[in-house]
């Protein structure tokens, strides 16, 4: 089996300039963990996890304690706190590869793309993870 098999055709892409507010927003609204990073081309350039998000903004929001510097923390852009140049694979990839891929690399997914670097997919460790049940199961 390939990626093609397994990955998801629906992801929510962000652009470089997005402010982190408008992140969190999706990530706070969604039960997903990922968000893809496009420039102006819809070349895939990066890629934003939750865990990103988090590690960039200030423990403080929300709380009592909460300042105006920590409030803007939610206005840095995107591209300060995404990972550029992340692995990516095509939809030929066999499962085997990219699960082999995202455990070395300790990554939780790879976008899927063609040979022009346009976004066709995204394929996460869960992914990887329930197929290979399955196909055990079976």
């Keep these: 089996m390939n990626i093609k098999d397994i990955m998801q055709t629906r992801v929510v892409t962000v652009g470089m300039d997005q402010r ?7 990530f706070d609204n969604v039960s997903f963990h990922h968000l893809v ?3 102006d081309e819809d070349a895939v ?26 409030v803007h923390t939610l206005t840095q852009r995107v591209h300060h706190v995404m990972t550029r140049q992340p692995l990516c ?34 394929v996460t460790w869960r992914d990887v993870l329930a197929c290979l049940l399955v196909n055990n199961d079976n």
């Design 37 to 39: 990073v496009l420039d």
């Design 45 to 70: 350039v990066g890629v934003l996890t939750e865990s990103d998000l988090l590690a960039s903004l200030s423990p403080y929001l929300g709380k009592a304690a909460e300042s105006q510097r920590d």
């Design 89 to 122: 694979c095509d939809a030929n990839t066999s499962i085997s590869d990219a699960g082999r891929s995202l455990v070395d690399k300790g990554i939780s997914c790879l976008p899927v793309i063609d040979e022009h670097n346009k976004l066709l997919g995204l």
């Design 20 to 26: 982190l507010f408008d992140i969190k927003d999706i």
